[in-house]
């Protein structure tokens, strides 16, 4: 069993409070990606849970076990860092033998999965080089399989694809999904990119200052994010936030910000005479549908769609999805609408969602 229980994890580093009072429970079986700004504790929680840090206070328990007291190698858990720290005087082959040889498992076994191992990373070529003579993306794939031959229970990974260029980047998250399904093992993945957090994890955490915001499935939190700040870290481009006012109109409540003001859909939360601050997608900012009036300043094609960004008088350009077919150029007059079932509504002082 290697579900994983974090209770009200806590680590200071002096005055320096690195994760205040993380409780997570991470599913047996389950791919789970903390992801989060630099610095807001991801590889200090990661490192409680392998035992290479000591909590200050708190439990870490894997399967039924507190293991705050016990050895990382004792476990049971596999560890892929960005460094890989692979050993540059061995072989491919001898760098995935290493977990066999110090448990000294016979020669043919440690043979026969080795094989298998690299063969699953698709590096068996590579078994007779050196690390230095593999590129960034081999020499990832050697890092994992070292990790997949010791068949831990639980993998934790540590921004393992910061250092690969972002085609390999792409191509090696669609793998770690494969892998994840082929071995069904537990993932723990540590990454400050929000994107492959969408791709490929079953459950999102998100941290921010060493504490969580939110926790849920990708669409979830693309969906409904608990705060603004959640809103802001998910999706490309980011959310347009504009800051106003509630207020009553004829028995409707109606949302007025700089040069701009709609009505709000009934029952939307906040109550008349509160700032707020309101979040809506570039997907759900409809150009050419709607009667207010803007001006294109810039639009960036993407090929499948385009990114329009145009001035409506408020405090900064708003940005909306098109299609590539709306030929668009900039100083050109557009209007549009918003489509209030894309409005996320945020408290103007705590960013906490209202609706
Ligand atoms: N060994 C350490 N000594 C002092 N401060 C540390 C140490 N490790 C991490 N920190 C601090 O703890 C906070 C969280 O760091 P870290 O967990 O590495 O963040 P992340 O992995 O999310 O970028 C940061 O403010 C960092 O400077
Ligand atoms: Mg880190």
């Known amino acids: 069993m290697a579900r994983i229980l974090l209770k009200d994890l806590v680590k200071q580093f002096g005055r320096v409070t690195a994760v205040s009072g993380v409780n997570l429970e991470i599913h047996d079986g389950e791919f789970l990606i903390m992801v989060g700004p630099s610095g807001c504790g991801k590889t200090t929680t990661l490192n409680m849970i392998s035992g290479l840090e000591t909590p200050t206070s708190g439990e870490v328990v894997i399967g039924d076990q507190v293991v705050?007291?016990?050895?990382?190698?004792?476990?049971?858990?596999?560890?892929?860092?960005?460094?890989?720290?692979?050993?540059?005087?061995?072989?491919?082959?001898?760098?995935?033998?290493?977990?066999?040889?110090?448990k000294s498992v016979a020669d043919e076994e440690v043979r026969r999965r080795v094989l298998q191992a690299a063969n699953a990373m698709h590096i068996a070529p590579l078994l007779d080089k050196r690390p230095a003579q593999c590129s960034g993306g081999e020499a990832q794939r050697v890092a994992l399989a070292r990790t997949i031959i010791t068949n831990p229970a639980v993998f934790l990974m540590d921004e393992p694809l910061s250092s690969l260029d972002a085609k390999l980047r792409l191509d090696m998250r669609t793998e770690l999904k494969h892998l994840h399904e082929r071995l069904k093992a537990t993932f723990v993945y540590v990454t400050h990119d929000q994107a492959e957090a969408?791709?490929?994890?079953?459950?999102?955490?998100?941290?921010r200052g060493g504490f969580i915001q939110q926790v849920g499935g990708p669409l979830d939190i693309y969906r409904r994010p608990a705060n603004q700040f959640v809103a802001g870290f998910f999706g490309t481009p980011?959310?347009?936030f504009l800051q106003g006012k509630v207020e009553t109109d004829g028995g409707r409540?109606?949302?007025?910000?700089?040069?701009?003001?709609?009505?709000?859909?009934?029952?939307?939360?906040?109550?008349?005479?509160r700032e707020i601050t309101l979040g809506v997608?570039?997907?759900?900012?409809?150009v050419g549908k709607g009667a207010q009036p803007g001006r294109v300043t810039l639009t960036e094609p993407l090929g499948d769609e385009t990114l329009v960004f145009f001035d409506y008088g408020g405090d900064a350009p708003l940005v909306a999805k098109v299609s590539p077919e709306l030929h668009l150029s900039s100083?050109?007059?557009v209007t549009f609408g918003l489509d209030e079932a894309g409005y996320h509504l945020f408290d103007g002082a705590t960013g906490e969602r209202l609706n």
Not at 74 to 102: C, K, S, Y
Not at 253 to 273: N, Q, V
């Open 198 to 207: 969408m791709t490929m994890a079953d459950r999102i955490v998100v941290m």
């Open 281 to 286: 997608r570039a997907e759900h900012v409809l």
């Open 68 to 102: 705050n007291e016990i050895e990382p190698g004792e476990r049971g858990l596999g560890m892929v860092f960005q460094d890989l720290a692979l050993f540059p005087h061995m072989t491919v082959f001898e760098n995935i033998a290493f977990g066999l040889r110090v």
């Open 253 to 273: 409540l109606r949302f007025r910000a700089k040069s701009i003001d709609f009505l709000l859909p009934a029952g939307a939360g906040p109550g008349s005479g």
């Open 331 to 333: 100083g050109e007059a």
């Open 238 to 240: 980011t959310m347009n």
